[in-house]
């Protein structure tokens, strides 16, 4: 069995010379996908990864179930359904634990949470992402057929809120270290090449550039500035020449669509995208966020928002 913390306040104090990995789980196959992403991308040695589970209340309907006599007989109790939460989320636990020492990362780079709920799921996962961590890692969805258990998923909730660091949400099961970066001039910064740069800057991926444009007519010299000056900015992380590469991508079908084909014709099992910082009414309710819409197409893939 691994050792647990349990946490009254809403951060956990580890080695500050690491760079520090928020995996939110529930106990839930997807969850055990986002731990499994982390393993298999993230540099064992230099990150601590802290698998950070809120202690859900009971919901309602089970004490009222239990008190009624009608469905005594058949409905399990609300202690069984604590111990049944607990047994579930230790088991997962010591699974995610198995996983990640397989990978490399020592026993003392692993960091189990438990704690209280404080305010609501999505804003303790907000509030603990501020206490120095490089990234929020997150299954796609929660136990969602089993909604009594946990949570659904908190993806969409969060997207918007993260700042700084990337929100990692993850769809699939199997992963290859190809990162695929949708980048746009107008979005992305050198702090956001910067992040994913210093991230993986002791793993072995890959990363290729992708910048979609609608026209072939279009300053050819300005976008190839603009992309050789990320690349720039990534190489100086270690990464070989040959392990960024870039490519100019005119849109057919629609910039999202276009974006993750791209992704699947190339074995790039993770897409990395920027997010504007304000967005009008119309854009924000009746043409929606990018990376929404990348996230809604790539249901197999790792998807960063950055931002």
Same mark, same amino acid.
């Given at each position: 069995? #691994?050792?647990?913390?349990?946490?009254?306040?809403?951060?956990? *104090?580890?080695?500050?010379?690491?760079?520090?990995?928020?995996?939110?789980?529930?106990?839930?196959?997807?969850?055990?996908?986002?731990?499994?992403?982390?393993?298999?991308?993230?540099?064992?040695?230099s990150?601590? *990864?802290?698998?950070?589970?809120?202690?859900? +209340?009971?919901?309602?309907?089970?004490? +009222?179930?239990?008190?009624?006599?009608?469905?005594?007989?058949?409905?399990?109790?609300?202690?069984?359904?604590?111990?049944?939460? !607990?047994?579930?989320?230790?088991?997962?636990?010591?699974?995610a /634990?198995?996983?990640?020492?397989?990978?490399?990362?020592?026993?003392?780079?692993? $960091?189990?949470?438990?704690?209280? !709920?404080?305010?609501? =799921?999505?804003s303790?996962?907000?509030?603990? %992402?501020? +206490?120095?961590?490089?990234?929020?890692?997150?299954?796609?969805?929660?136990?969602?057929?089993?909604?009594?258990?946990?949570?659904?998923?908190f993806?969409?909730k969060?997207?918007?809120? #993260?700042?700084?660091?990337p929100? =990692?949400? #993850?769809?699939?099961?199997?992963?290859?270290?190809?990162i695929?970066?949708?980048?746009?001039?107008?979005v992305?910064?050198?702090?956001?090449?910067? $992040? *994913?740069?210093?991230?993986? !800057?002791?793993?072995? $991926?890959?990363?290729?550039? $992708?910048?979609?444009?609608?026209?072939?007519?279009?300053?050819?010299?300005?976008?190839? /500035?603009?992309?050789? +000056?990320?690349?720039?900015?990534l190489?100086?992380?270690?990464?070989?020449?040959?392990?960024?590469? %870039?490519? *100019?991508?005119?849109?057919?079908?629609g910039?999202?669509?276009?974006?993750?084909e791209?992704?699947?014709?190339?074995?790039?099992?993770?897409?990395v995208?920027?997010?504007?910082?304000?967005?009008?009414?119309?854009?924000?309710?009746?043409?929606?966020?990018?990376?929404?819409?990348?996230?809604?197409?790539?249901?197999?893939?790792?998807?960063?928002?950055?931002?």
């Amino acid at each position: 069995m #691994v050792n647990i913390i349990q946490t009254k306040g809403f951060f956990v *104090v580890i080695d500050e010379q690491k760079q520090k990995i928020l995996i939110a789980v529930d106990g839930s196959p997807q969850a055990l996908n986002a731990v499994r992403y982390v393993a298999t991308i993230m540099d064992p040695l230099s990150t601590i *990864v802290v698998l950070f589970n809120i202690e859900n +209340e009971m919901p309602a309907w089970v004490r +009222e179930v239990e008190d009624n006599p009608l469905y005594q007989s058949t409905t399990v109790s609300a202690k069984h359904w604590s111990l049944n939460r !607990k047994k579930i989320i230790l088991q997962f636990f010591d699974d995610a /634990r198995l996983m990640l020492t397989n990978a490399g990362f020592p026993a003392e780079n692993i $960091c189990p949470v438990i704690r209280a !709920k404080q305010v609501g =799921i999505a804003s303790d996962i907000l509030e603990e %992402s501020k +206490e120095g961590y490089c990234a929020v890692v997150m299954g796609r969805s929660g136990i969602s057929k089993l909604k009594y258990l946990f949570f659904d998923s908190f993806a969409q909730k969060l997207m918007g809120k #993260v700042r700084d660091i990337p929100l =990692i949400i #993850v769809g699939g099961e199997r992963f290859s270290r190809n990162i695929l970066i949708a980048y746009d001039p107008a979005v992305w910064t050198n702090k956001n090449v910067n $992040c *994913v740069g210093s991230l993986l !800057k002791s793993s072995n $991926c890959s990363f290729k550039i $992708c910048h979609a444009v609608k026209s072939s007519s279009i300053d050819q010299r300005r976008i190839n /500035r603009s992309i050789g +000056e990320a690349r720039s900015l990534l190489l100086r992380y270690g990464k070989p020449e040959a392990c960024v590469t %870039s490519e *100019v991508l005119q849109i057919k079908k629609g910039l999202a669509v276009d974006i993750v084909e791209a992704a699947v014709t190339g074995n790039f099992d993770t897409i990395v995208v920027g997010r504007r910082g304000f967005l009008s009414f119309y854009d924000e309710q009746l043409v929606g966020r990018f990376s929404k819409k990348i996230l809604n197409q790539a249901n197999e893939m790792a998807v960063w928002v950055l931002g």
